[in-house]
């Protein structure tokens, strides 16, 4: 007896969105994060807070809202979402949408567990799962320009909206990742040795890997690097969580943009003659200049307490551990086919 295959469907095309609609989740995620710095000020000031709604949760909540919104495709405002979902959604949006949803289970969560097991403060609130879950969520939405652009990156594709996600979305990652921030603890400065030389080493190393693997996500999606990025994500490391402390190591935050401004122009000329070694460049290039310059600003403000080996042995193990991770990203080249 015979049978028959099945046809498969033609693969429907995914539509791309527009640089205007990109612009305009990009900029709904600043107020989202916003919202997360102004409530992360408050669980870090005000001690005697026990409830839910508050005035910096509205500014969460709303910025939320306002994201959920800009990331709702146009042909669903049109009211005409014909065919499958994949054929209306834009590409790049789907995961967006996804923490969309999360999002609001994660507050519905959230607003439980707060009711029932009161309010956090401090680590606590970082690492509280509800929280983590908005997280996770948050930054599903806030990336989604980045993925956005991956689609279009043979028409090229305005970085704007790229470098707004980025910026966010590494500020958010930083809120979450504060208790290991080399940039607010300054920890070069400590005396002593033993944990907090160990310490200070696992902050060095842990935001060294956050501002590469941001960088090389951008490369990634966009097959270039916008001038400018390598600075606005070393900026968003650096500078927001600033108002856990009242910006009390304001210098350690600040001098390490003159070092990322740098690494911004060095790899600007790198990917215009050597491309293929990009990705090296990147994961040694931003730890070699942002970690001196931000030890330069410790010793003008709070002086360096390492010895010359463990400080600079920092540097170097930081630029090492970036270079392997770039090089996870070298173009693989094809051993020619045996004749």
């Known amino acids: 007896m015979a049978t028959t295959v099945a046809q498969r469907p033609a693969?429907?095309?995914?539509?791309v969105s527009s640089n205007r609609r990109d612009l305009l989740v990009a900029l709904a995620t600043?107020?989202?994060?916003?919202?997360?710095?102004?409530?992360?000020?408050?669980?870090?000031?005000?001690?005697?807070?026990?409830?839910?709604?508050?005035?910096?949760?509205?500014?969460?909540?709303?910025g939320y809202a306002a994201?959920?919104?800009?990331?709702?495709?146009?042909?669903?405002?049109?009211?005409?979402?014909?065919?499958?979902?994949?054929?209306?959604?834009?590409?790049?949006?789907?995961?967006?949408?996804?923490?969309?949803?999360?999002?609001?289970?994660?507050?519905?969560?959230?607003?439980?567990?707060?009711?029932?097991?009161?309010?956090?403060?401090?680590l606590e609130a970082l690492l509280s799962p509800p929280h983590l879950l908005l997280l996770t969520a948050g930054q599903l939405m806030i990336t989604t320009p980045i993925r956005a652009a991956a689609a279009k990156r043979g028409s090229a594709p305005r970085p704007l909206p790229v470098l707004i996600a980025a910026t966010t979305s590494t500020a958010v990652a930083a809120f979450f990742l504060d208790y290991?921030?080399?940039f607010t603890d300054a920890p070069a400065s400590l005396t002593g040795y033993g944990n907090s030389q160990v310490l200070g080493l696992a902050e060095y190393l842990v935001y060294s890997v956050l501002v590469v693997a941001v960088v090389l996500f951008v490369w990634t999606r966009l097959g270039r690097l916008p001038l400018g990025l390598v600075t606005l994500v070393v900026a968003a490391a650096s500078i927001p969580n600033g108002v856990f402390d009242d910006f009390e190591n304001l210098a350690a935050q600040l001098w390490p943009l003159a070092g990322a401004i740098v690494a911004d122009l060095a790899l600007r000329w790198v990917g215009a003659r050597r491309?293929?070694?990009?990705?090296?460049?990147?994961?040694?290039?931003?730890?070699?200049?942002i970690w001196p310059t931000h030890l330069l600003g410790v010793e003008l403000s709070l002086g360096v307490a390492w010895s010359l080996e463990l400080w600079s042995g920092v540097v170097v193990l930081t630029l090492l551990a970036?270079?392997?991770?770039?090089?996870?990203?070298?173009?693989?080249?094809?051993?020619?086919?045996?004749?």
């Open 322 to 339: 970036g270079a392997v991770l770039g090089g996870l990203f070298l173009p693989q080249t094809r051993r020619p086919d045996p004749d």
């Open 67 to 122: 994201l959920a919104v800009a990331l709702v495709p146009a042909r669903v405002w049109r009211g005409r979402p014909e065919g499958p979902v994949r054929a209306w959604v834009p590409a790049g949006y789907g995961l967006g949408l996804l923490g969309a949803i999360l999002f609001a289970a994660g507050g519905a969560i959230d607003m439980t567990w707060h009711i029932l097991f009161g309010i956090e403060a401090d």
């Open 275 to 289: 491309p293929e070694v990009l990705p090296v460049a990147v994961g040694a290039l931003i730890p070699l200049t």
């Open 180 to 182: 290991v921030s080399p």
């Open 11 to 15: 693969d429907v095309r995914r539509p």
């Open 30 to 62: 600043v107020w989202l994060a916003g919202g997360l710095f102004m409530d992360g000020w408050a669980h870090s000031h005000v001690p005697a807070l026990e409830t839910f709604f508050t005035p910096w949760h509205g500014v969460l909540y709303s």
